[in-house]
């Protein structure tokens, strides 16, 4: 089989094809690593489930109540062991990422308290949820003050400012571990550590909570092993490992975790409630699949940054700089860029591949978003998708893949599209 012709019957000339082969023979090595780290993943999920004996009664669907439900509460503890935490409360009732985050802050902060992110705004949609933008229900409405550092022009911590915020007041910390939509550097783990050490340092009870979204076991290490509090995520991204429909996780210490659940169904219901509705299998094999998926990705974000950053676009994180997350930024430079991009992933997409991605409002966000995503699960983001808000300098987030041949597809066609449109040259 000649695969350039085989390419090109799938819409990738030659000339896109020998391009991408020339930068994949470089990348050996990075594939390399990233392989051994989802083997070393693959290996502490196993060793959790054999550890909590897992058998085909955890798969039973549970309605109503769901009270006794072993393999909800069995599906939490091996979370629990995976992430080195006291205790987990991972289901479906977790609706997204944001809910968690939002359950996460909203069960352990109390009028009077303060929290501070350390490390910069927090994600476009915790500015409703902390009510830096305000919003009905918000943690500012119910009492809760907010106090932000910023980075330094590095990218670096500003301990001195950090040392300066830290107040009687300060309850809680919150950490975000990938980029998402801003240009800064992704956390590294390590990174992490150190700075809940120092917050720690200055006032031992705060509370350290890491949003890692995007980050699950792109590491051997994840922030519940450098002293995080509580780490939060969702299940529609890396740890559903593309099966889980619906979900989120909140992993960590277990007096904070028993609030989230109260706060989650009601005072003195807490974790006892909540069926599974069925959705047991997708979430165990999702997440015993979630290494590979993840590397998979990671492997498209590294040949899509290394692509584009030959092609003389700026990408973040660069070519070879090691990752921490699978997101990978590729600032196009004007809406039409964003848009030939997002028409190249859209149209390797499974599902939904005949459509054309078009700009629109989103809720949560205050610019117009566009998003290529032709998924089994709608918005998942471990599935190939790529998006950004319209504005300069039009930079892409693209991510996810559920499979590498897939990521590789949609990224030599987003390439196409851009030389289609006369946006580049090879
Ligand atoms: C995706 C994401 C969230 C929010 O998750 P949703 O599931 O979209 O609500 C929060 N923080 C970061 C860093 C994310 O990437």
Redesign the pocket.
Known sequence: MDRREHYASLGVSGEVFDFGERVLRELEPRFRAADEVAEYNQNKVLAAMKKHRVSAACFAATTGYGYNDEGRDKLEEIYAETFHAEAALVRPQI???????AVALSANLLPGDELLAPAGK??D??EEVIGIRPSPCSLRENGVSYRQVDLLPDGSFDYDAIAAAITDKTKMVEI?????YATRPTFSVQQIGELIAFCKAKKPDIICMV????GEFVETIEPSDVGADLTV??L??NPGGGLAPIG?YICGRRDLIDRCGYRLSAPGLGQEVGANLGLLPALYQGFFLAPTVTAGALKGAIFAANLYEKLGFAVHPNGSEPRH?I?QAVTLGSPEGMLAFCKGIQEAAPVDSYVTPIPGDMP?YDSQVIMAAGAFVQ?S?IELSADGPIRPPYTVFFQGGLTWYHAKYGILLSVQRMLDAGLIQL
């Open positions: 609706t997204c990422g944001t809910h968690a985050l927090p994600y949609t915790l975000q571990r990938s980029k998402g949003d890692n979204c995007y995520g969702s529609i991204k989120g997350d997101i949560g918005g983001s």
